[in-house]
């Protein structure tokens, strides 16, 4: 199933984006993740994972039901258009 996010936070070991949806945790994930490069200079990760953790985000202006989803960052590879 897609769906759309936000990511939070980045790094070499994993990820914390935000999403309308939850996710079992310990699940294997697929995500993809636009990283800003300029105009026409957008790269992009496909990256697979392992879901850390999935909760619930009480206090968000984004939607009534967001949740905050934290996932390892096992493999990755370049996208090119």
Do not use: Q, W
């Not at 984004?62 to 590879?77: G, V, W």
């Amino acid at each position: 199933m897609f769906r759309t996010g936000r990511t939070c936070n980045i790094s070499s070991g994993g990820v914390l984006f935000t999403s309308d949806a939850a996710v079992e945790v310990g699940g294997i994930i697929e995500y993809v993740v636009n990283l800003p490069g300029g105009p026409k200079n957008t790269v992009s990760l496909r990256c697979l994972g392992k879901v850390l953790r999935s909760e619930k985000v009480e206090d968000s202006s984004d939607s009534p039901n967001t949740f905050a989803i934290a996932a390892t960052l096992e493999r990755y590879e370049f996208l090119r258009s």
